[in-house]
């Protein structure tokens, strides 16, 4: 008898020390998703029932008093085998219990970035279904009295079935700009001195910061960073007569300029004209002409390779080197960067180095021509600056909810592995915004205006013209500053070539007619 109330007191005081154990993660795993939290928290309610009935059982099935001391039972409990196997059970369950609880806290430290980062998206989400409410209140207000328009509709309805890609555009912008502002700040503190290009603040330019991008979430971050020449040097811009924008190249040619008198002022400082070359060479870097030209020009390859090597040797002066993996990527003429933090997210990043013509808002730019072959010291003359202040411009005139950069974005996304180049469709959108009141690009009026885009690129394509917006453009805004001699020219056509080649024509109109199909299939089915 004794040994079976022994017996009976190990395994009623084991059932109550795995009761306890099995209760206590509801309250000290509270770190873990509410799925792990729902499913213990039942675990533990079948374990308390069949406690329940355990403890029944052993209560039914025996008939001794209750007066035993609980430390004779502790005591004769200990003795047991059942304890001793029961415990070595709990305490290897209770190892991968302390496993999830410890990644669960390594996990809450990598993604507060992430949290940020869902949280921006999600506010952005309500602020858009708020504005998209508002927005359609007052459509109906101002459409009263007006008789009914089956177009504008159906651009309501195609504008709610598209599935826009959701871009955490303000969070990843900040980061970019981070970016961008860190490199100048370590430039200016331990490169300044050199005779290397000196770095300006760079620009933002690109869809991306217009706010839609042809990739979706993975769009690329477009940066141009002007250089200027360092001191003791100069940039000589010869621009080229020869080749139709944006494929007309330029070069740069580096001077060297007398710096005696300023010698004088600046310790150590020898000029590269006047000073015997050994004491040039013994005592001073060298040149610009020495370093990062071929011949007296500028080299697009050299100075790239050079910006590359900077931005490796500048990240782990970077707070951001603490948050995000970088990789350079291969490029001749830019600096392509890919950032990836702790949760596996990438930001891609392309910088490129562009001289200014003047105080105009083109530039000469790193960045490949379409040529098959280009010399390196070849520069390509860009208006993507011209581009970024033309639809900020844009943005301050449109009404509020204006869906030109959604026509865009939708028009992008199906001219991917077409023929058709993003510049094409910005030159297309951009004699539209200045042809059609700004009025009428408001989201009842989505359907009409992608007709109207499409429409216009078919004319261009019979035509086998389409003309240049930065020249001789009398509806340009006169915030964006261009050299006279584009004022005044005859705008080049952008499709000289299919005029020249009829096999290049016939292939650019099947293009069109795929484009027309795939932006037909966006709009019926959403994606």
Sequence with gaps: MVFRLQAMAATKFLILVLHCIVRYPQTAGEELDEA????????????????????????????????????????????????????????????????????????????????????????????????????????????????????????????????????????????????????????????????????????KAGSAFEGWSPHGDDAVYCLLVPPQAPRGHAFQLELSTVGEPPAKVSCIRVELVCTCMRAQLVENLLCFLHHPEEELRRNQDPSLLDTLCTGSYLDVQKTAHWFQQFVRSAWMLMPLSGRYNMKVLPSSCSCKLQLTNASRRTLFIEITLGVQQGDSDIFLSSQSSEAIFTPSTIWSESYAVAEMKFFRHIARQVPRDSFHLRCLQLCARAMVGTGFSTYTLNTAVMHLLTTIPLSGWRRRDFLLRLQDIMRYLRCCLEEKRLDHFFFGNENMPQEIVLPPALQAATPPNLFQHLAQDPAAHAEALHDFYELRDRLTRLLIYGN
Excluded: C
């Excluded at 410890?102 to 940020?116: A, F, M, P, T, Y």
């Excluded at 195609?158 to 990843?172: E, M, S, T």
């Design 36 to 203: 792990m939290r729902e499913r213990m928290q039942q675990r533990a309610q079948l374990l308390s029932l069949e406690t329940s009935r355990l403890l029944q059982e052993l209560e039914q099935s025996s008939q001794e008093p209750s007066s035993v001391a609980w430390g004779a039972l502790l005591f004769a409990a200990l003795q047991q085998w059942q304890f001793w196997a029961i415990a070595g059970v709990l305490v290897l369950l209770s190892g991968p219990w302390w496993w999830l609880r410890k990644r669960s806290h390594e996990q809450d430290g990598s993604s507060d970035e992430q949290i940020l980062s869902n949280e921006e998206s999600s506010s952005s989400d309500r602020e858009q279904e708020e504005e998209d409410e508002q927005e359609e209140v007052q459509e109906e207000e101002e459409s009263d009295g007006e008789g009914p328009d089956d177009e504008r509709d159906l651009g309501r309805t195609f504008a709610k079935r598209i599935q826009w890609p959701v871009q955490n555009l303000a969070y990843r912008r900040r980061v970019v700009e981070q970016l961008a502002g860190d490199l100048l700040h370590v430039f200016q503190g331990q490169w300044s001195t050199s005779f290397s290009p000196v770095l300006q603040p760079a620009i």
